[in-house]
């Protein structure tokens, strides 16, 4: 069995049942998309949605807290807590981009001129 699922061949979700690893891009589409309807929807008790609709102050400040907790796990050299930390502040960068207008895409548009 392959360690990775191709663009495109499986969902992430089948991927993820299957202790494959899926490759990021997929991975990243799903969640984002996860956040932008948590946008539209606002269902109640959801974290995302409240993020989304609450005081700016407050998702930033996530930020902050989640880039200084990679910033310890790193230093600490624990790869399983770095892992960890680093989601988190992903999750929470793409909450920042839904909140602001910004995808995914836009992001990877920024990051290939940058080395293109």
């Keep these: 069995m392959a360690d990775y699922i191709p663009s ?8 993820l049942e299957y202790g494959v690893t899926p490759e990021i891009g997929p991975v ?8 932008r309807q948590r946008g539209i929807d606002l269902p109640e ?6 993020l ?3 005081h700016e102050d407050k998702l930033l400040k996530k930020i902050g807290e989640e ?17 960890y ?7 929470h960068l793409l909450v920042v981009m839904q909140r602001w207008g910004l995808t ?11 080395f293109s």
């Excluded at 930390?85 to 999750?91: G, I, N, Q, R, T």
């Design 8 to 15: 495109g061949e499986d969902r992430v979700e089948d991927a």
């Design 28 to 35: 990243l589409e799903s969640l984002f998309a996860t956040i």
């Design 45 to 50: 008790g959801s974290y995302t949605a409240t």
């Design 52 to 54: 989304l609709s609450g």
């Design 67 to 83: 880039a200084t907790e990679v910033v310890m796990a790193a230093k600490s050299n624990d790869p399983d807590q770095l892992r």
């Design 85 to 91: 930390e680093a989601a988190d502040l992903v999750y």
């Design 104 to 114: 995914p895409h836009d992001l990877a548009r920024e990051l290939e001129s940058r």
